[in-house]
């Protein structure tokens, strides 16, 4: 299995524009979730999915952040517009159901946004 | 009552040595206690975990110890090797729950 799969690896954007990150979990887990990590708050959660359905979105810093998982093999995760606040790395991780409490992380965007 | 706290924020030991990470949580509803380790450039991998029913578990060089009435739990490196190099993230769930909450990393150097 190839693990959880992020792309891009490195973004570099203006602030003000429209950024895009994607993630293709694991085949066969039914848990997708976002984190953030920056050197200030550490890893933080910002959305997950189960079965392809938001389940808590509690962590999402404001309305210019948005997730959606069209399908159990995509999700994306969208900032607009963006602000150089939001400069992190992101990582995208699934896990295969309740039962299995590991999360498997994929390598993570790192977004800068200038 | 979310929080996991952990510390220290990095830390510094010499080959051989023993490297201990702590972490306090509040809410007694935690029942899962995983530790990641995250290799620069990479993302957070499990490394080993424990459940209050114990309190010590121990795989290889690895070990968690848990204190439930002080609501404590530590990671120990025994015969810390410069390849654990890495940084450490305790953190904790329960079963009402689908979220895993991060402590704040702890970044740790071994030198030879």
Wanted: hydrophobic residues 35%; aromatic residues 12%; contains cysteine.
């Amino acid at each position: 299995d190839a693990g959880v799969i992020q792309s891009p690896r490195h973004e570099v954007t203006e602030m003000g524009q429209e950024v895009t990150l994607r993630c293709k979990p694991i085949s066969g887990h039914d848990y997708l979730f976002w984190y953030r990590q920056t050197m200030m708050r550490g890893l933080e959660l910002l959305i997950y999915f189960n079965n392809n359905v938001p389940i808590d979105d509690s962590g999402m810093p404001e309305d210019r952040f948005s997730a959606k998982m069209p399908n159990a093999s995509f999700s994306t995760l969208k900032i607009q517009p963006s602000e150089p606040r939001d400069s992190a790395v992101y990582f995208c991780a699934s896990r295969r159901d309740r039962t299995n409490t590991e999360a498997f992380f994929g390598q993570g965007t790192r977004l800068t946004v200038v | 009552q979310q929080q996991v706290k952990q510390s220290p924020q990095s830390l510094i030991v010499q080959k051989g040595g023993i490297s201990i990470i702590n972490c306090a949580y509040e809410n007694t509803a935690f029942d899962y206690f995983p530790w990641y380790q995250q290799f620069p450039g990479k993302g957070p991998a499990l490394l080993i975990a424990i459940r209050p029913d114990v309190s010590e578990k121990k795989e290889g060089r690895f070990t968690i110890s848990f204190n439930k009435s002080a609501k404590q739990f530590s990671l120990h490196i025994m015969d810390s090797q410069p390849g654990d190099s890495a940084t450490y993230f305790c953190a904790a769930t329960f079963g009402g729950t689908d979220k895993l909450i991060f402590g704040t990393g702890t970044r740790l150097q071994v030198f030879p």
